[in-house]
């Protein structure tokens, strides 16, 4: 399912590498926090990929109106939700730039319970537009562990376990994107082979119950082979340089604003 796919090119732009709080955090003086490295500032994990002539947004953090404007994101054909916590989901409103810009709804993915968080908190967002365009106006698709197409683009969900949530990365091509994840299932894994760039969760240095700490995310990236695997949603308990010397040679630290094009064509 994936053969077709595989060999089209795909950039990712990370918007955000930061977790929930983002980093540095408010009141902290530690060396990532202090930093004036921007590498050490993170913004909520999201990202953009564009591939097949269409932009997807992975994601709608409440940093997501500055990361669009930093990296001048002025169009996105749909949005991949990964599961519905607040620093994935609660800058769902300015969606609405897009919408307005092209006047037209649009498409958002997600498992099934993404969208009922959608519908019960964001209910205004699945209206029919106005004339001013003033929400968001989008349509929603359940997905699970199914390829899916948007344009000549093949999707492929992964699901993965987040503390007690099924929620889903993102695959297209032969890059993947998992963030927020504690478990990856066994079936998960067969879809995850063959990876230029894999992009994972890694959230601090102790454990935690719903994410995986630089232990687990590194045995994780060994176990998927990627050529290149990119490290994200790390706390600010991660300094960028600190971090980086720790890493074997394929594996390495993300920041906002990295990009990545792979061309397999
Ligand atoms: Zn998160
Ligand atoms: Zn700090
Ligand atoms: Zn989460």
């Known amino acids: ?37 921007p590498k050490n500032t993170r913004t909520r994990a999201s990202a953009v990929m564009r591939a097949g002539g269409k932009t997807f947004l992975i994601d709608t953090g409440p940093d997501l109106r500055g990361q669009a404007l930093r990296e001048q994101i002025l169009h996105v054909d749909a949005v991949l939700y990964t599961h519905p916590h607040a620093d994935h989901l609660n800058g769902i409103d300015d969606l609405r730039a897009f919408c307005w810009l092209q006047k037209a709804a649009l498409p958002v993915y997600g498992n099934r319970l993404m969208l009922g968080h959608i519908r019960e908190r964001f209910p205004y967002t699945l209206m029919k537009p106005n004339e001013f365009w003033d929400k968001p106006v989008l349509t929603i698709h359940e997905v699970d562990a199914e390829a899916f197409q948007v344009g000549d683009v093949t999707i492929q969900p992964i699901p993965l376990i987040h503390g007690k949530w099924p929620i889903l990365g993102w695959r297209i091509g032969n890059v993947a994107y998992l963030t927020d994840v504690s478990e990856i299932p066994e079936a998960s894994m067969a879809l995850l082979q063959d990876l230029d760039v894999l992009f994972l969760d890694c959230l601090r240095t102790k454990p935690h119950p719903t994410h995986l700490s630089v232990e687990q995310s590194l045995q994780i990236a060994a176990q998927i082979g990627a050529k290149r695997t990119v490290l994200i949603h790390m706390t600010h308990e991660l300094e960028y340089h600190a971090l980086s010397q720790t890493l074997p040679q394929n594996i390495e630290v993300g920041y906002d604003g990295l990009s990545i094009t792979i061309n397999n064509s």
């Open 1 to 37: 399912m994936l053969g077709a796919a595989s060999s089209i090119c795909v950039e990712t732009i990370l918007l955000g590498v930061g977790s929930s709080g983002g980093s540095p955090a408010l009141g902290c003086n530690c060396p990532t926090c202090v930093s004036t490295d």
